[in-house]
C-alpha cells in the first residue's frame, strides 16, 4: 500500500479550493478550466465504477459494460473496502438521500 504523505497545506491547496466551492455549475466551470476533457471523462468513469461497485456489481460485469481492463476496477474495489473508506461512506449517504 502506498505510504501516506504528511498532511502539508501547499500540498493540499486544490482540495482546499475544491471545498470552498459550493455551487455545482461554479465546479464545473472550474472542472472545464483546469482539466482537459479526457481528465474530466476519467474521473466520471472511475465515479461510476465506484458506484457500481458499491452497488453490489461484479467487477467483470462492469469491465464488459464499460469494456476496460480488470485492473482499473480493482482499485476502486480495495478503495470501497477499507475500513473507514471516506469513499464508501459518501455512496452510503447519496444512497440515504435517494430513500
Keep these: 500500500m502506498a505510504k501516506k ?3 502539508d497545506d501547499s500540498e493540499h ?3 482546499k479550493v475544491f471545498a470552498r466551492i459550493t455551487d455545482y455549475r461554479d465546479m464545473i466551470s472550474f472542472f472545464e478550466e483546469i482539466f482537459t476533457p479526457r481528465e474530466i471523462s476519467d474521473l466520471v468513469l472511475r465515479w461510476q ?3 457500481e461497485l458499491h452497488e453490489g456489481n461484479t467487477q467483470r460485469s462492469i469491465a464488459e459494460k464499460h469494456r476496460i ?3 482499473k476496477i480493482t482499485r476502486g474495489s480495495r478503495v470501497l473496502k477499507r475500513q473507514n473508506s471516506f469513499t464508501k ?3 452510503d ?3 440515504e438521500k435517494k430513500d
Excluded: A
Aim: charged share 30%; hydrophobic share 50%; aromatic share 6%.
Design 69 to 71: 481492463s480488470l485492473c
Design 93 to 95: 449517504s447519496l444512497i
Design 49 to 51: 465504477l465506484l458506484k
Design 89 to 91: 461512506k459518501v455512496l
Design 5 to 7: 504523505r504528511p498532511f
Design 13 to 15: 491547496e486544490i482540495e
